[in-house]
């Protein structure tokens, strides 16, 4: 999971970078959240779990399925809601691209990428986390 070595940041610096970058690219917060926390994942599973407490993703989750908990898998986070639905990648009730579309929200790979490279340029890599 963490790799001997690596510091991770705050989660507030985290939270400040995803403000960034969905004002940067005219995105939802949300959006910028999603791919925070997985691009936290493989750097520290319990960072990108713990990144789920707050922000926009939290909220918009919250707001739409219910409460729910994050579990930290080997190749995923598996997100289990109070209404017995789960939501993960994949092996659950419901995708995030499912999750995604179902909102009417544009969930492209492009703008996702973009994103996850302006943290790249930003300093989020698995030797400066």
């Not at 969905?22 to 960072?47: G, I, K, R």
């Not at 779990?49 to 579990?71: E, I, K, P």
Request: charged share 15%; hydrophobic share 45%; net charge neutral.
């Amino acid at each position: 999971m963490k790799r001997p070595g690596n510091k991770m940041k705050s989660a507030a610096a985290y939270y400040e970078m995803s403000l960034l970058a969905a004002a940067h690219f005219n995105v939802q917060p949300f959006l910028s959240d999603y791919v925070m926390v997985h691009t936290l994942f493989p750097l520290c599973h319990e960072t990108a779990a713990g990144y789920m407490d707050s922000g926009a993703l939290r909220r918009l989750l919250l707001n739409t399925l219910g409460q729910f908990q994050v579990l930290p898998e080997k190749n995923q986070l598996l997100l289990t809601f109070d209404n017995g639905y789960t939501l993960a990648h994949f092996n659950s009730d419901l995708t995030w691209t499912e999750f995604f579309s179902g909102g009417c929200v544009a969930f492209e790979g492009p703008m996702l990428s973009r994103i996850r490279a302006q943290y790249k340029d930003w300093g989020l890599t698995e030797n400066a986390a």
